[in-house]
């Protein structure tokens, strides 16, 4: 399962230093806009503790992590939606994506140009989700006028997305999120064919900067401001210091901790950010594991026993017979699958069984 979470941001609110950080490759920065005007893309592996682990239990000879793509694309300035700044470029290049990652800087650095002349990141933030409402809207506009003539002919389906698309326009011209308007689920499937950037699950990125003067740890009003936002709007965010975690994305593990440590970092706000896009999205693993390999697969929450066998060839879905089930901390604990049995915590799965992050799978097909 393949699934891409788009970064978007300003320019130089650190965007592609992000990207660098988060896929360890190197791409095109600089101090002006559109630096990154082709979208770029990045594999990155979901950190995942268990996954070494179980490959130690297994004495694997490889350990394959679960992955989440990301692609950075070129910043956006207000006008976007009208096509200001390679606008519809821009917008073209999020519609193709499954999730949107806001980069929102919370720094002040005189070196480094804010688009905007200061740093407000909750001007931010309304600038940059404007121009998506205002694309949404015209998406929505269009595609009401389009439907005019299958509306008078009398179909059904016609006629529930006319009346939907109805509602949801003032509610985008209101400057209001597509998903943060009420829908039933047949109304999510009939709407989902338009491919509305706001209808994407958001998470939003607060990009800080090593010995910087930052509104967190100041806890300046513009932090407060932004916090009060997340907090009333329900929204997810990341604190993450791009610059620091691109300066230490070749060194070791050990040394990155150190390095870490030294200057008051609890942990790696990349890692953070992965976990929560692969959370945001939906997704959970499951694991199996044996002497070739250790292995995280990648499953929507929710996924049925075949639906998440098929994650691994497609005869484990159409073919499903069952699967053995063991959860993670059970094997662990017992220290082998042998054990695990012995103790009754290796079960028998049919196909209704509905698969929990963490579990550990052996399927059986025909």
Request: glycine share 8%; aromatic share 6%; charged share 25%.
């Amino acid at each position: 399962m393949s699934l891409s979470v788009g970064i978007v941001g300003l320019p130089n609110v650190g965007k592609s230093t992000l990207f660098n950080a988060l896929t360890k490759n190197n791409v095109l920065m600089a101090n002006y806009p559109f630096a990154t005007i082709d979208p770029t893309v990045g594999v990155v592996a979901v950190p995942d503790s268990r996954l070494k682990t179980l490959s130690n239990l297994s004495g694997s000879e490889k350990c394959i992590p679960a992955v989440v793509e990301f692609v950075d694309i070129a910043g956006l300035v207000k006008g976007a939606s009208a096509g200001e700044g390679l606008g519809n470029k821009f917008l073209a290049n999020i519609r193709e994506t499954d999730m949107i990652a806001q980069v929102v800087r919370i720094f002040e650095d005189s070196d480094i140009h804010h688009v905007s002349g200061g740093i407000d990141p909750m001007g931010d933030i309304e600038t940059i989700n404007l121009e998506l409402i205002m694309a949404d809207a015209e998406t929505v506009s269009k595609r009401i006028g389009t439907l005019a003539r299958d509306v008078r002919a009398g179909d059904k389906d016609a006629v529930a997305l006319q009346d939907l698309l109805s509602r949801l326009l003032p509610h985008l011209e209101a400057g209001s999120l597509a998903n943060s308007f009420s829908m039933t689920e047949s109304e999510e499937k009939l709407i989902k064919g338009l491919h509305l950037l706001t209808m994407k699950p958001f998470l939003y990125v607060c990009n800080k900067k090593q010995d910087g003067f930052n509104l967190d740890e100041h806890n300046d009003e513009r932090w407060q401001e932004l916090v009060e936002f997340f907090e009333s709007t329900g929204a997810e965010y990341v604190v993450v210091d791009a610059g620091m975690e691109h300066e230490l994305k070749d060194l070791s593990e050990e040394e990155k901790t150190e390095f870490r440590r030294e200057y008051g970092a609890q942990d790696s706000g990349v890692e953070s950010l992965i976990r929560a896009a692969y959370a945001r999205l939906g997704l959970m693993s499951y694991f199996t594991t044996g002497e070739k390999e250790t292995r995280a697969w990648t499953v929507k929450r929710g996924a049925t026993g075949p639906e998440a066998g098929a994650a691994i060839h497609t005869d484990f879905k159409d073919k499903y017979i069952r699967a053995q089930v063991v959860r993670f901390e059970d094997l662990v604990s017992a220290g082998s699958k042998a054990v695990a049995r012995d103790q009754g915590k290796l079960r028998t799965e049919g196909k209704e069984y509905i698969v929990q992050d963490g579990d550990v799978i052996e399927f059986l097909h025909s």
